[in-house]
């Protein structure tokens, strides 16, 4: 009788424990990403994925029509705030939901092994806070986005499948098929599984292509799940945004098949495939630290050998995925939160392999301490994932303090509603995005009368949409292109827009104004400057007015001095003085880097010219005092520690830590002096670490250059970091301080290159603005913008 009383007590604590434990923990991961999430609008898709839904338009392609159900659901049924950040906390679910269907999956796989309950509970956590806490996830978790779903949708086939072996039960299958009918409504990255799934289905049960009535339901499912495709149709004949035509097979077919950009798929050959996978390595090392690393290993190596039908499913997900998304360039950090979120499932396992291989080990003296193993040993696995959530938040991953749309947002109702401008702002699609949340979900409207927004893209380029709205009105730009001042006109600053004006400009008065002559030949009007105070590490910024009477031959570049500090400015991108006209007003925009060792303090900000065409490094004694500048103290002292073993540092944002090269059999580390002879049969292997020093303020292209005595490009890469597959800022910083990347690059000379000796330069500079990033010796002094490596010698 005691027996018979003891066992529902059992199963119901199973039970009860079964329920708590994955609602606790989704709970508090929607409550860790809910926390951190971004307060509302971020520049480009984030921003269309919160107002398509809520003016029932169609996104860009594939189109997106599960998650433009979803969270056009949620966006009703969840009034959280403005819709902005309401969606926002759709990610932060489907993140929550998505971790605890790692645990779910580990919990099941658990019931192969002999571990304990409270062993299998502690594996099962511990897969799911490695996923919580790696920087990809938590990243795409905390704003609007439809990767964070197509990884929930994979991970819950996953969960579907291992529960359907589990239980031996058909619903779960059919559920499998409902689901997998909604991914292939969402996007086609959720589809790269599905061989995976059909293998794994098979291996599971052989015998199941006899089965027609299962079958049969299974295809009702599919169907089923199918039905968000509708959306397109019913909606596209008269949908407020986004295409027109796709209730015609034409346009249904091009736009869910994203047929513009399949350019960007399969990018590398089989040449690029080790650097491919040094990519991936370096990514991997962003998201686990060492310890999870290996458990992942140990996982990996324990499904084949304890686990052999879930290895099937486990393998052929993995190598599918990773082989598509590391030589795709477009949304890899994206398309790579579904293999992350299969390898924190393997990390789960590892764990479960050490559970088993602990007993193994010689069982100490003490009864007391082997108990106690059994304890203190989960609990150090689970301070790891806990660890690296402290590590992200110190790094800054939390959007909750990122305004910098919305202040963009409010700068644009603040110069021009109600003004009656007839202005024309032309944008591209990240400036775009955020005043559409406004004017459709907010009912912010603009008036034409005072704004026309013009949206330019590679089908309106920048210098044709200025000549085509020329005559309507005054033309501002969203952002610095230099393409429009390359066409004759000039860039008038004011922040944080730019105006477009015919030259000469003389209507500029700037807010601080002087009166100083540089040998009568360089007029010094003013200056404009956001702040006098400044932390350590970041950039002033000045905005200076000159004028010249007569037109000169010799090119005069400013320098400043912050104190100690010299910034001898480059003339990249900028309007030199021989191309100044005779009495116009030039506004030009410099940055000075205060180094993260100056101590705070007071210091006066300086002005000098240089003769460039001359040679002269200062035309005057006396330098032109602007201002006093505070600078203040900062908090994080690590980018002091990195920069002392640095090659180089990249405007007080990035360090280039290491650079290695190598040619056959030849390597050579920078800055090396011996030539490294290459040839056509053997191209330029170069490996540069990059080191995160702060949150970069821009996406930055990677320069690698060989070029000649006279300093000209003869060949070379200008790519994204990590071949497109890590950029430093897309929509927001993507890199965080602290982190390390190794970025491969393999560079092929040009068949009808001369034999010489040449050098290799690196760099960076601005993806739109194009400005080289200036590079900043150990003082702070700028000392050009540019990093020469070392010597080729090309036979």
Known sequence: MTNRIQKPKSNFRQSALGLLV??????????????????????????????????????????????????????VFIPVGKIAFRTNLLAAAVGAWTTTAVYLIVHDLQSSTSNSQYRALSASLFAAASLAASPDFWQHAIHANAHIVSAGLGITHIWLLIRWLRTKQNRWLAIFALTLGWAA???????????????????????????????????????????????YPLHSPDAPFGPTDMHTWEGFWRHITARGLRGNLFHFGPADQFDRGLVFWSLLRLQFSLPVIALIATGLIWFARRLSKPAVLVYSFLAIHLLFTLNTVQDVMAYLLLPFAVLSIAAGIGVLALFEFIPRLPRPTSRVIHNLSFIICPLALMALPFYQIFIDLQRGISLRDFTASEEY?????????????????????????????????????????????????????WVESVWAHIEEGPIYLSEYRP????????????????????????NLSPSHPLDVWIEDR??????????????AGDSLEILLYQSAPEQMSHIWMPYGQLGPVEARWTTDSRLLTS???????VAERYELSVPFTLPPGEYPLRLGYADLSGGRESITDTLVELATITVLPRSEASAVGALDQALANLDNQIALMEARARAGWQVREAFWDKPLTVTDRHPLHLTLTWRALASPRDSYTIFIHLI????????????????????????????????????????????????????VEVGMYGMTSLRR???????????????????????
């Open 22 to 75: 994955p609602s606790g923990l989704f709970a508090f991961v929607f409550l860790l990403y809910a926390s951190t999430a971004a307060p509302a609008t971020l520049f480009g898709d984030p921003a269309e994925y919160q107002f398509i839904p809520a003016i029932a338009g169609i996104a860009h392609p594939p189109g997106y029509a599960f998650y433009t159900l979803l969270a056009r659901f949620w966006q």
């Open 522 to 535: 360089v007029h010094i009007l003013g200056y404009d400057m956001p702040t006098s105070a400044i932390q």
């Open 773 to 795: 990033l200036p590079v900043v010796n150990l003082e702070g002094d700028l000392a050009g913008d540019r990093v020469i490596l070392g010597s080729v010698r090309v036979e």
């Open 483 to 506: 393409a429009v001042r390359e066409a004759g006109f000039r860039l008038v600053s004011e922040t944080p827009f730019y105006r477009v004006a015919a030259p000469p400009v003389n």
């Open 185 to 231: 409504t969402h996007h086609p990255i959720t589809l790269g599984g599905a061989p995976a799934y059909l293998l794994f289905i098979l291996v599971v049960r052989p015998g199941i292509l006899r089965q027609r009535r299962l079958l049969l339901s299974l295809v009702g499912c599919l169907l089923l799940g199918l039905t968000p495709l509708l959306y």
């Open 579 to 585: 191309q100044w006209l005779p009495g116009e007003v």
């Open 409 to 461: 947002v409010a700068a644009v109702y603040e110069r021009f509603a109600g003004q009656g401008k007839g202005a024309i702002l032309l944008s591209d699609w990240e400036h775009l995005t955020p005043l559409w949340v406004h004017i459709y979900t907010q009912g912010e409207t603009l008036s034409e009368d005072d704004v026309k927004l013009v949206y330019v893209s590679t089908a309106n380029p």
């Open 708 to 759: 000649d005595d006279a300093g000209r490009p003869v060949a070379g890469h200008d790519y994204t970091p990590l071949g497109g597959a890590c950029p430093t800022f897309l929509w927001f910083p993507k890199w965080l301080p602290g982190q390390t990347l190794k970025d491969p690059y393999r560079l092929s000379l040009p068949s009808d290159l001369p034999p010489g000796k040449y050098r």
